[in-house]
């Protein structure tokens, strides 16, 4: 979104607090309902012109690629539906990433690395398979983590 900031010469103007807020706005589109996007936007584009008609191309850009005429539709990119199911936080991913460079040394062959992947696949895969078979997971939350989630809501 900065790029096109950048690229369609409002940076100065970004500066101010009401086109900052309204950028913002944009930014935060996928996670309003896809009912209300675009009222949002109505009300985004209203609020960018009044201040300045140089963001007409701005305005233009994200409703040619994402709301009127949809280059990608709502389901691409809106993530509102999917809050809940999703993790919000990539910790997992990185916990992985700690795990199978533990696994495998730093200078490595071909070979090597392959292997470390594959146990580190058959590792996932069997608690994945026990975790189905159970019903449940086999690596309970912390009592924080918990605690957290349910503030957080």
Same mark, same amino acid.
């Given at each position: 979104m900065y790029g096109k900031v950048k690229k369609y010469g +409002?940076?100065? +103007?970004?500066? =101010?607090? @009401? /086109?900052r807020r309204q950028i913002a706005n944009? /930014?935060? +589109? !996928?996670l309003v309902p896809k009912d209300q996007i @675009?009222?949002?936007m109505e009300v985004i584009i209203?609020? +960018?012109c009044n201040a300045d008609s140089k963001f007409d191309k701005l305005t233009d850009y994200i409703l040619n690629n994402y709301t009127e005429d949809a280059r990608f539709s709502f389901d691409m990119w809106n993530h509102? $539906?999917? /809050?809940?199911e *999703? !993790?919000?936080?990539n910790n997992h991913v990185e916990g992985y990433h700690r795990q199978l460079n533990a696994r495998v040394r730093t200078n490595l062959d071909l070979w090597t690395w392959t292997d470390g992947v594959r146990s580190s696949e058959e590792s996932v895969m069997y608690r994945y398979e026990q975790e189905q078979a =159970?019903? *449940?997971?086999? *690596? !309970? *939350?912390? /009592?924080?983590n918990i605690r957290d $989630?349910?503030?957080l809501n």
């Open positions: +409002l940076v100065k +103007l970004a500066k =101010q607090e @009401n /086109i944009i /930014i935060s +589109l !996928p @675009n009222h949002c209203d609020e +960018l509102f $539906d999917s /809050i809940d *999703r !993790p919000r936080t =159970q019903k *449940r997971t086999t *690596r !309970p *939350r912390k /009592i924080k $989630d349910l503030s």
